[in-house]
């Protein structure tokens, strides 16, 4: 690490400049007083530093001491650490996480981000004995997914935050041997399982005329649930019938994948749409909520949908908080009296879409567009399930009914 040259400021004529101090053998320096200057390198750039030594020879030492107090900063390392010569070239855990939040912040999505910053939180927390990245091994996520076991969480869960982990590791090239399926407790996901025709007639029998119009955007799109959060009318072209997918940059939103795209409109939700418009309760956003901004609770609003229409599974069973203010408390809580059923979410509305699109004839790769999914592998989940009601001919004549 190469010592900042020092210096000192001298006029010349009614002008001052920076004259730098020669040093080495046979350079007098010791007859030299303050105040001194020296210009060390912090990311690239050469900085200039008021130093508040009186004698040159002070003046050295802090400027010495200066470039590696820089130089530490840099690495998000105390002095101590990076004058330990094992430590100087090592990258610290917590300067990993923020860089790896910080590129995040460029190319994920905000409810993406913020996942990232609870996993790798709760990460930190749980392996406090570790200074530095490479330190991190197979034990230090064995140790992660027992912390996380211990508050609660479900496998499902405990998979996607170690997954977040892991993607930090890889992307320094640290290799940990951690099993995703030896080191992490097995979980079946949901299949994709499109609501069944009696079940939407219940939901949308149950809703009123605001909720319908909602719910059947969801419906006749397939959109996802900020696409339709922060849909505008701008986006819907009402001559070709068609719904644009795209950027939001003043609210953050950017659609999934990066990508924008063109969805159709069903004849009838355009109708809905237009008569909609003319009385529309924002010059921008398509629904609302009270306060005049994009809904953001079309989940929560389903789920209570769902219970009072009495298609609730009746077996899910979580903790809620019930009370108001300081009177809240958890309370353990059954899908038969409260809107907490696991089986009914937004993403069935769409997977129901996509399925009747299926079976309307229209081919896989178009539907993949209409989806917005970069693989057709993850379209194809979203297909080829037929409710068996609408097959009990072909089902009995298989068995020899």
């Known amino acids: 690490m190469l010592s900042p040259s020092l210096y000192k400021r001298v006029k010349v004529g009614d002008r001052w400049k920076y004259e730098r101090i020669a040093e080495g053998r046979g350079r007098r320096t010791g007859d030299l007083t303050g105040p001194f200057y020296a210009r060390p390198f912090f990311k690239g750039k050469q900085l200039w530093k008021t130093l508040s030594a009186e004698t040159f020879a002070e003046a050295r030492e802090e400027a010495d001491h200066l470039n590696v107090a820089l130089a530490a900063q840099a690495k998000g390392l ?18 990993a996480v923020e860089d790896f939040l910080s590129e995040a912040s460029k190319k994920k999505r905000p409810k993406t981000l913020i996942g990232y910053q609870l996993n790798l939180r709760q990460f930190l927390d749980s392996a406090k004995s570790i200074n530095f990245l490479d330190e991190v091994t197979k034990q230090t996520i064995r140790e992660f997914r027992d912390y996380l076991i211990q508050k609660g969480y479900e496998p499902r869960t405990l998979h996607n935050r170690v997954m977040t982990v892991l993607s930090l590791l890889n992307e320094h090239n640290i290799q940990t041997e951690f099993s995703l399926t030896s080191d992490l407790p097995t979980y079946e996901e949901d299949p994709p399982v499109p609501f069944a025709e009696e079940e939407l007639k219940k939901l949308f029998t149950t809703m009123n005329g605001e909720e319908r119009v909602r719910y059947r955007f969801f419906l006749g ?83 209570r949908i769902a219970l009072e229409a009495g298609i609730n599974c009746g077996e899910c069973t979580t903790t809620f908080n019930k009370g108001r203010y300081d009177r809240k408390r958890p309370v353990e809580v059954t899908c038969k009296t409260d809107p907490v059923c696991r089986h009914v979410f937004l993403h069935r509305l769409r997977k129901t879409c996509a399925s009747r699109w299926e079976a309307a004839g229209i081919p896989v790769r178009t539907i993949q567009a209409w989806l917005g999914h970069k693989d057709l592998s993850t379209t194809q989940r979203y297909l080829g399930v037929t409710d068996s009601s609408k097959l009990r001919s072909k089902i009995d004549a298989a068995a020899g009914d």
């Open 78 to 95: 105390t002095v101590a650490e990076l004058e330990t010569m094992t430590n100087a070239n090592r990258i610290p855990l917590k300067k």
């Open 221 to 303: 799109t397939a959109c996802r649930e900020q696409e339709v959060q922060y849909a505008t009318w701008s986006d819907v072209d009402f001559e070709k019938m068609e719904f644009h997918v795209r950027q939001k940059q003043d609210v953050g939103f950017t659609p999934k994948n990066h990508e924008k795209r063109t969805v159709p409109i069903p004849a009838s939700l355009a109708a809905l749409l237009k008569e909609r418009k003319k009385h529309a309760a924002h010059s921008r956003w398509i629904f609302v909520n009270k306060d005049g901004k994009p809904e953001g609770h079309f989940l929560k609003k389903l789920k």
